[in-house]
T-cell receptor
Framework: DVKVTQSSRYLVKRTGEKVFLECVQDMDHENMFWYRQDPGLGLRLIYFSYDVKMKEKGDIPEGYSVSREKKERFSLILESASTNQTSMYLC????????????FGEGSRLTVL | GEDVEQSLFLSVREGDSSVINCTYT??????LYWYKQEPGAGLQLLTY?????DMKQDQRLTVLLNKKDKHLSLRIADTQTGDSAIYFCAEIFSGGYNKLIFGAGTRLAVHP
């Protein structure tokens, strides 16, 4: 069964801490994405990657960075967490020529105190 | 700019039909999508429609596309309690890299 796995379902961090959110897919997908989901705002794209070591900014990249050293793994980094980064973070992947057919992980709910 | 709009909440009685509506802005979108998010889970692709189609039917699901008005709808026949979820409309934005633009999601509540 195809799978996108996010390392942590729930995290609680303090303001200023560095936070790593890990995502691994086992489908050999070229494309990987990080979204954040907030009530009433839907999903907003933070960063995406179409290949190893490649990254592109999404709509709300400020305060975030990403790393894709291997095809199956895409990490989201919050260098210095702030309370307005409290949210649900969703990782997704897709085949190279099927950018709209996303497979999502179950999400990581981050609370920053 | 790119924008997808949908109403935030819909309540229906079990056994009735549900219709979830969506409007989008990018007239060059080649595909439009419906995703479903059950409580505590990530999103899963429900169905999609190619922009040169008016309608697509898949079991209890019917997707209608009015390209002139940039209006997309999802009809769920014989709605069941298991259909309670958030439904997201999404379009492919063709400016630069292809990326999905999601609406805010419609929360469907099914009551007996």
């Amino acid at each position: 069964d195809v799978k996108v796995t996010q390392s942590s379902r729930y995290l609680v961090k303090r303001t200023g801490e560095k936070v790593f959110l890990e995502c691994v897919q086992d489908m050999d997908h070229e494309n990987m994405f990080w979204y954040r989901q907030d009530p009433g705002l839907g999903l907003r794209l933070i960063y995406f990657s179409y290949d190893v070591k490649m990254k592109e900014k999404g709509d709300i990249p400020e305060g975030y960075s990403v790393s894709r050293e291997k095809k199956e793994r895409f990490s989201l980094i919050l260098e210095s967490a702030s309370t307005n980064q409290t949210s649900m973070y969703l990782c997704a992947s897709s085949l190279g020529d099927r950018a709209g057919e996303l497979f999502f992980g179950e999400g990581s709910r981050l609370t920053v105190l | 700019g790119e924008d997808v709009e949908q109403s935030l909440f819909l309540s229906v009685r079990e056994g009735d039909s549900s219709v979830i509506n969506c409007t989008y802005t990018d007239s060059s979108s080649t595909y439009l999508y419906w995703y479903k998010q059950e409580p505590g889970a990530g999103l899963q692709l429900l169905t999609y429609i190619f922009s040169n189609m008016d309608m697509k039917q898949d079991q209890r699901l019917t997707v209608l596309l009015n390209k002139k008005d940039k209006h997309l709808s999802l009809r769920i026949a014989d709605t069941q309690t298991g259909d309670s979820a958030i439904y997201f409309c999404a379009e492919i934005f063709s400016g630069g890299y292809n990326k999905l633009i999601f609406g805010a999601g419609t929360r469907l509540a099914v009551h007996p």
